[in-house]
């Protein structure tokens, strides 16, 4: 059975102040959480899991060769320079991502120099997807570092979070939820060396699916620390 779990702008904005990470511009339509089960909320296309610390949505492969800027964009991004494209909302994306306590820039600056840390939360991004069977992937797997000459390196991204800036929440109008090369208004970020260079990451194609094919894409926290016993 489904209902409603806290969808007014009420506590949305308080979730906005504590977190200090927009959830949505004045001018945008509430996101209604709907809760599927005990640990699972559904936010528009996109399905959080508390227990699991998991963000999914559906999108699909978009590219399979050439350079790419962008993992994951909506048909208002560079649909051209990414690997993936989502019906998926970034406003719904950067909902869940605060009610799994992900925190973002957290009022911090968004670093000036290539060589500075991205300030945020690390996710490990997965692709899933039906070929004969179910298969899944890391999605660098499918990314070439074109300096280096070899696989993007295995590792997590950064989830810094998009900003409200003139009365638009600026990833909803860009359509940028991962970029690949330092994009402080998309919603996470590529924190490896070369992500100053729009030539340096091209599609990767060994093992990737053909092109238009359906993958749920899934953003991974890490687990909460578990807490300390006290002792008696």
Known sequence: MKNTFRST?????ALASIFSIPLFAADDTKPVV????KNVFQIGLVRMDKAARTVRFPAKICMT?????Y????????????????????QHIQVAMILLNAKGLNSRPFPEKHTEPIPGEQVEVQIFWKDEKEKSARAESFIENVTAKAPMTKGPFVFNGSRIQEGQFIAQRDGS????????DALFNNPRPGRENDENWKVLAKGLPPLN????????LPPLPKPVEKSQ
């Open 71 to 90: 993992l994951v964009v909506t048909e208002k991004g560079k649909t051209h320079e990414s690997l993936l494209l989502t019906a998926a909302q970034p």
């Open 177 to 184: 939820i991962l970029s690949l090369i330092t994009d402080q």
């Open 213 to 220: 094919t359906a993958v749920i894409v899934e953003f991974r």
């Open 34 to 37: 709907e809760q599927i089960s």
């Open 65 to 69: 060769d050439g350079w790419i800027e």
């Open 9 to 13: 702008r009420l506590v949305a904005l």
